[in-house]
């Protein structure tokens, strides 16, 4: 897979809200030494923080690549972007995309950039030769971010039990399985990508046997109780092969994203999670358990967030954080106690 | 997708177990008509019934395709069969794969096809345009046969209840998710060949809305304990959205096949399993309840299989039948007197 080349203008398109704007958002909260500005179109929700450029104010600024922000359901490129991505092609930008569709399979953007001698860079392309999955298990240790529901913030909370454990000076490393967690780190798995056959082969690819000491942080995806994507979370699950899990939520949410509010699937409660997901880990590792939950607390009044906390520690006996508030060092005191006793 | 032309040879390669030669047998059991031949290679195990012949002797007796009767996991076209395929293809045969590899990817099997002009069809191929799963509940019925482990008769099971449905004047429809399946019925998505972000999508594909008393029957694959399958088996569950399950075992088996005897994955008791299967499939629809269990008593001495049943069905309340030895009208009288009820 091609790399992508900073620095970036991160295309927002005419997204409508945050969770399906996670890409853009991630990259520029991870590598804001990358991003330089932000292309919003008429309509456009989101606003990244970045200085809003034209495209050609972008490459008078020295912008080298434009990378799709936003990452809606299905992964499809939809007709209003196309003239945009085209635009910036021929303009001299790479294209780097995190859809499943292939940016060369669009017409006009292909045609600008054999015009422009430009890359089409797709994240979301899976290595080949994928094994089966075996279940068999392999030395190291691993960390997997779990949800009770799709963009709830188990990207960024692996990241950043990876940063809290780098600084302790834990041999620990991220392994991303997202297109924007690979924009990030520049590697992994887009295992929504692999042939369904493949998943939980993907996930032991992703993190290999490894010295006993390791820790791989392995960045979740979807939830087991999401009806469009849990094939995924469940294959994850079982390649993994997790020690330890930490459970991400929005307590702001009451339904799955994308589900209608009052329909069919609201969030399930975080303990009903805590069970499933453990019946199922417990079967590739019985050792497996949580060790912390991961709270955003974005959309909580501030004077109501410790009482969050205590209410959810009280249900799920485990330390609570909104890893960009706190930090996550008391999920990874926690671990530490644990590995210790 | 191409359709296969009879008559067909079986092409059992050097397969050493019932369970990997399950594409022939499921053939030969439901499509005899289509099938007047095996070839087997030296240590194959497999007796699928047939006249053994060479190419020859099934050109001379009219033979139209070779069929690959075997199911490796990982669908890898092994090196050992190479020669053999191209040997049938420059002697005439259209060559009818299910494997995830593309018969067309091997240099000389592609290149006896294009010599002779032979087909080579692979029928493991997904549609195209996909959806993502919705969850959205859709007019119809549908049940859903899943299982202990791979291979323990979901195929049949499905297959025996379209027949039964259809004697009693149901209208039912097989819809098939595997290879084997969608060469008996010339219809399905081949549901472990779909990108995995769109696994549950490609069951709500195959069962669209239907009219409120239409049967669909489908095939299940896998198993949701089975560490490399559990994947597919969950997106299958929760597009599928069954109103009734019913439970495939084999007695015969301790382990998931594939997995080492004595090793990390017993089969899971049957009680254990209809209620993980029930706690998934309660998200897509509140009244799943499982309507029977289908055994595959094939190892099982004959004097023990009626305290068999009478332990099973002791164990989990619901009727059991093996669907070769006794049909499967005890699930659907059990069915009809739950709907009349």
Request: with cysteine.
């Amino acid at each position: 897979m091609e790399r992508l080349q900073p620095p970036c203008l991160i295309y927002f398109g005419d997204v409508a809200d945050l969770g399906h704007a996670k890409t853009g958002l991630g990259l520029i909260q991870w590598r804001s030494e990358f991003c330089v500005g932000q292309l919003r179109a008429p309509g456009c929700q989101v606003d990244g923080g970045l200085r809003d450029m034209t495209i050609d104010e972008a490459i008078a600024a020295g912008v080298r690549s434009l990378v799709i922000g936003v990452a809606p359901a299905g992964g499809n490129i939809p007709e209003t972007w196309r003239s945009d991505l085209a635009r910036a092609a021929r303009a001299g930008l790479d294209i780097v995309s995190g859809m499943h569709a292939r940016l060369a399979d669009v017409p006009e953007i292909a045609a600008a950039a054999r015009e422009s001698g430009v890359r089409l860079i797709d994240i979301r392309t899976p290595p080949k030769n994928i094994p089966i999955g075996t279940g068999a298990k392999r030395p190291g240790k691993r960390l997997l971010t779990v949800g009770t529901d799709c963009a709830v913030g188990k990207k960024y909370t692996a990241l950043a039990i990876e940063r809290e454990m780098r600084s302790r000076g834990w041999n620990a490393d991220f392994r991303a399985t997202g297109q924007t967690g690979i924009m990030i780190s520049g590697g992994g798995i887009p295992i929504d990508s692999v042939v369904s056959d493949f998943i939980s082969g993907a996930a032991e690819m992703l993190s290999p046997a490894a010295a006993d000491d390791h820790w791989d942080v392995i960045e979740g995806q979807g939830s087991l109780s999401h009806p469009s994507f849990a094939g995924v979370s469940l294959g994850l699950l079982h390649g993994a092969q997790p020690d330890a899990l930490v459970l991400c939520h929005d307590p702001s949410r009451k339904f799955l994203l994308g589900t209608e509010p009052g329909g069919s699937f609201p969030i399930l409660p975080l303990t009903q999670t805590i069970e499933q997901c453990l019946a199922h880990a417990w079967r590739v590792n019985a050792n497996a358990r949580f060790v912390g939950v991961s709270v955003n607390t974005s959309r909580i009044p501030s004077e109501e967030r410790m009482r969050l906390y205590e209410k959810i520690a009280r249900e799920t006996d485990l330390p609570v954080v909104d890893p960009i508030k706190d930090g996550v060092e008391a999920i990874i005191d926690n671990l530490s106690s644990e590995a210790a006793s």
